[in-house]
């Protein structure tokens, strides 16, 4: 897809690969419609971006909820005439698979999964009636791999791979012109690990157990070793540009990890994958 004066709606653009994203297609000189739940860094977000002379909204909203998506979309819609592009990255982390409080699994699936859900409901209808658009959708290397210490983590991350997997195969037998592409990044330095600064209000007190506490430092130190944004970004272009389905920023460490897998259902070695936790030699 050509980029320039083309419409892109980015959730979770407030912050990390989201933000880091929007300045790459402002560069590309794309009109920029920026959803996020956290106004206060939304606003400070639209003004460094219009103040380096893009065109760009920003719309507060849930993902998780299907009428805050539409928002963004028919807000894009009304500014911009169309729009494009839909990058559905916005997420969160949670804790591990085990003793996991259902209320928490349900927070992380439904900004992680139900995000990615109302985004396409909201966008695909509209791409496929004008024959042309872009789905972006956010998964993550942990929705290739299950990892120990990220249970609602890595189940919403395999249904957006499954999601979009299944989309790019139902828009194939469309033949129109709108595309499906899934992110897959290993770490990046970004705010993810204080994701829990978004949760709903009655959840915070699960924060404050020693477990949940050591998974947060072991994912700060993770997350602070990992690549920047800026080089996700540039990724997402690309493969906008040329229509790759898989974004694998770390590509060596997603195929090793893929291949580790197969080798365990043929009866192998099982994959060492654990947060913070180095295999053993
Ligand atoms: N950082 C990493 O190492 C990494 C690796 C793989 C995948 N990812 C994925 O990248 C995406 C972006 O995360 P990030 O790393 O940039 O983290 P981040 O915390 O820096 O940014 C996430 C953004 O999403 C917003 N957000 C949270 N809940 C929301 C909701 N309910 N509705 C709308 N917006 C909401 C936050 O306010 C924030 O601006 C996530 O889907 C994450 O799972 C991150």
Not at 30 to 51: H, K, S, T, Y
Not at 64 to 80: G, H, P, T
Not at 241 to 267: D, K, V
Request: charged share 20%; net charge negative.
């Amino acid at each position: 897809m050509e980029l320039r004066g083309k419409t892109a709606v980015i959730t979770g653009g407030a912050s990390g690969i989201g933000l880091a994203t929007a300045r790459q297609f402002a560069a590309s000189k794309m009109n920029l419609v920026l959803g996020d739940i956290e106004d206060g860094p939304l606003q400070v977000a639209v003004d460094e971006l219009r103040a380096g002379g893009a065109r760009v909204i920003g719309i507060q909203g849930d993902v998780s909820k299907e009428d805050d998506v539409i928002a963004m979309r028919d807000a894009a819609l009304a500014e911009f005439g169309a729009v494009q592009l839909v990058f559905n990255n916005a997420g969160v982390g949670g804790g591990p698979a085990i003793a996991t409080p259902k209320k928490v699994w349900d927070w992380v699936l439904g900004v992680n999964l139900d995000g990615v859900i109302n985004g396409v409901n909201a966008f695909v209808p509209l791409f496929l009636e004008q024959n042309e658009g872009y789905v972006v959708n956010t998964a993550s290397e942990a929705g290739l791999v299950g990892v120990g210490g990220m249970g609602p983590y890595c189940a919403s991350k395999f249904a957006v791979v499954g999601l979009s997997e299944s989309l790019f195969h139902e828009l194939a037998m469309t033949g129109k012109d709108v595309h499906v592409s899934v992110l897959c990044p290993n770490f990046v330095r970004t705010r993810i690990y204080e994701s829990q600064r978004n949760m709903p209000r009655d959840l915070v007190s699960y924060n404050e157990s020693p477990m949940v506490q050591k998974g947060m430092k072991l994912a700060k130190q993770a997350v602070d070793a990992g690549i920047d944004a800026a080089d996700v970004a540039r990724a997402i272009e690309d493969a906008v540009a040329s229509n790759e389905y898989w974004i694998l920023t770390h590509q060596h460490s997603a195929i090793a990890i893929t291949e580790q897998r197969l080798e365990w259902m043929r009866g192998g070695r099982v994959p060492f994958a654990n947060l913070g936790v180095k295999a053993p030699s």
